[in-house]
Nanobody
Framework: QVQLVESGGGSVQAGGSLKLSCAGS????????MGWYRQAPGKERDLVST???????TYADSVKGRFTISQDNANNMLYLQMNSLKTEDTAVYYC?????????WGQGTQVTVSS
């Protein structure tokens, strides 16, 4: 069964850092475009960052310069390093794999940033 499992969420004060991880299984995700999304309470799910199969990255304007996406294809891992966290970064963070006709989603990990 294809799975994406996020970890690394938690509670942190504003200005702090967290590193999210996403572990993929039962599929070679190195061929997929990978990304992180987030959904705050009462809001739509928004794109945070993507990384293509050839390593090209994109970031939402709100996280540029603070977040860094990376991947370890040998171990089917995706990461999101989040620095200088703000209260508005509070959300459930999801990893996703766009593998052609199929998009896989993880179950999400909560990130809470307090002032």
């Amino acid at each position: 069964q294809v799975q994406l499992v996020e970890s690394g969420g938690g509670s942190v004060q504003a200005g702090g850092s967290l590193k999210l991880s996403c572990a993929g299984s039962a599929y070679d995700f190195s061929r997929c475009g990978m990304g992180w999304y987030r959904q705050a309470p009462g809001k739509e799910r928004d794109l945070v960052s993507t990384i293509s199969s050839d390593g090209a990255t994109t970031y939402a304007d709100s996280v540029k310069g603070r977040f860094t996406i990376s991947q370890d294809n040998a171990n089917n891992m995706l990461y999101l390093q989040m620095n200088s966290l703000k209260t508005e970064d509070t959300a459930v963070y999801y990893c996703a794999a766009d593998c052609g006709p199929v998009v896989y989603w993880g179950q999400g990990t909560q990130v809470t940033v307090s002032s």
